[in-house]
């Protein structure tokens, strides 16, 4: 049997004063392990202060949001007019960053027809559908348009060619601001230098305010022929209502259809001057 007091086991001081303010008792300690209760209490005040673990807060790694940081870039109409096709001017457009519209589109939006049209269609700015497919005029607007078209045996795989003032949808399908059609004014006409238009129907306010430089009313500019001149040549235009506007207001329908009539007169009869598909 192994003995309860073996005369090799022993405590330090500081050992024995830690169990005495615990209130353990130790009649198993040999006689010269004891301490006298001076000691015990001189070795608890000379014992150093035990720190207490500091907590640590849970690690909480908060998640960094993916900005995308875009440089706006200037565009010069010296540069753009430099562009020798429309293969190269799409390009441009569709890596252009001169205005916040950059940010937000799925993709820049170029024009779709023939070359040499004997009409270029303008509108204002690509809509949400034309930002998803990545056309210019698709759905109901786009739909109406092609029946106007049709309507003086015109059409955008035959004869026509459709476009618009800016190249990026604008949030929210708000209105072009100065600034967007200003950074796209550039790309428009070399598209129209390019395309080299027989006619041109400008649709909606802004399309036509944007190509004729003037702040006029729509009305006032719709009731009369107007013409821009494109390098060495003189184009003449019409102006009429948006397709999304008419199909809000189809009781202007008829006039829509008075402006068609005179854009059919100016393109001399028969209508048409067919091109290249792009």
């Given at each position: 049997?192994t003995?309860?007091?073996?005369?090799?086991?022993?405590?330090?001081?500081?050992?024995i004063?830690?169990?005495?303010?615990?209130?353990?008792?130790?009649p198993?300690?040999?006689?010269?392990?004891?301490l006298?209760?001076?000691?015990?209490?001189?070795?608890?005040r000379k014992?150093?202060?035990q720190?207490?673990?500091?907590?640590?807060a849970?690690?909480?790694?908060?998640?960094k949001?993916?900005?995308?940081?875009i440089?706006?870039t200037?565009?010069?109409p010296?540069?753009?007019?430099?562009?020798?096709?429309f293969?190269?001017?799409?390009?441009?457009?569709h890596?252009?960053t001169a205005?916040?519209?950059?940010s937000?589109?799925?993709?820049?939006?170029?024009?779709?027809?023939?070359?040499?049209?004997a009409?270029?269609?303008?509108?204002e700015?690509p809509?949400?559908q034309?930002?998803?497919q990545?056309?210019?005029f698709?759905g109901r607007?786009?739909?109406?348009?092609?029946?106007?078209?049709?309507?003086?045996?015109s059409g955008?795989?035959?004869?026509a060619y459709?476009?618009?003032?800016?190249?990026c949808?604008?949030?929210?399908?708000?209105n072009?601001?100065?600034?967007?059609?200003?950074?796209?004014q550039p790309y428009?006409?070399r598209?129209i230098?390019?395309?080299?238009?027989?006619?041109?129907?400008a649709l909606?306010?802004?399309?036509?305010?944007?190509?004729?430089?003037s702040?006029e009313?729509?009305?006032?500019?719709r009731?009369?022929?107007h013409?821009i001149q494109v390098g060495?040549?003189?184009?003449?235009l019409?102006?009429?209502y948006?397709?999304?506007?008419?199909?809000?207001?189809?009781?202007?329908?008829?006039?829509?259809?008075?402006?068609?009539?005179?854009?059919k007169?100016?393109?001399?009869?028969?209508?048409g001057?067919?091109?290249?598909?792009?």
């Amino acid at each position: 049997m192994t003995d309860p007091h073996p005369s090799t086991l022993s405590l330090s001081a500081l050992q024995i004063a830690w169990l005495a303010e615990l209130g353990i008792e130790k009649p198993w300690l040999p006689a010269q392990a004891a301490l006298p209760a001076q000691h015990v209490g001189e070795a608890v005040r000379k014992s150093p202060p035990q720190p207490r673990p500091a907590k640590q807060a849970p690690a909480v790694v908060a998640a960094k949001p993916v900005v995308q940081k875009i440089v706006q870039t200037t565009v010069t109409p010296e540069h753009v007019a430099s562009l020798a096709d429309f293969a190269a001017l799409s390009a441009a457009v569709h890596a252009c960053t001169a205005c916040g519209l950059c940010s937000a589109r799925q993709q820049a939006i170029m024009g779709e027809g023939v070359t040499q049209p004997a009409i270029m269609v303008v509108g204002e700015a690509p809509g949400e559908q034309d930002d998803r497919q990545g056309q210019a005029f698709v759905g109901r607007p786009g739909v109406l348009l092609d029946n106007m078209l049709a309507a003086i045996q015109s059409g955008r795989g035959h004869d026509a060619y459709v476009t618009t003032i800016i190249k990026c949808r604008p949030t929210g399908n708000r209105n072009p601001r100065p600034e967007e059609v200003a950074a796209c004014q550039p790309y428009l006409m070399r598209e129209i230098a390019l395309q080299q238009p027989f006619t041109i129907l400008a649709l909606g306010r802004f399309a036509a305010q944007a190509l004729l430089g003037s702040e006029e009313p729509l009305q006032a500019l719709r009731e009369r022929t107007h013409s821009i001149q494109v390098g060495a040549r003189t184009i003449p235009l019409v102006v009429s209502y948006n397709p999304s506007y008419l199909l809000s207001h189809p009781n202007e329908k008829a006039a829509a259809w008075k402006d068609l009539q005179r854009l059919k007169a100016l393109c001399r009869a028969p209508l048409g001057r067919s091109g290249q598909a792009n």
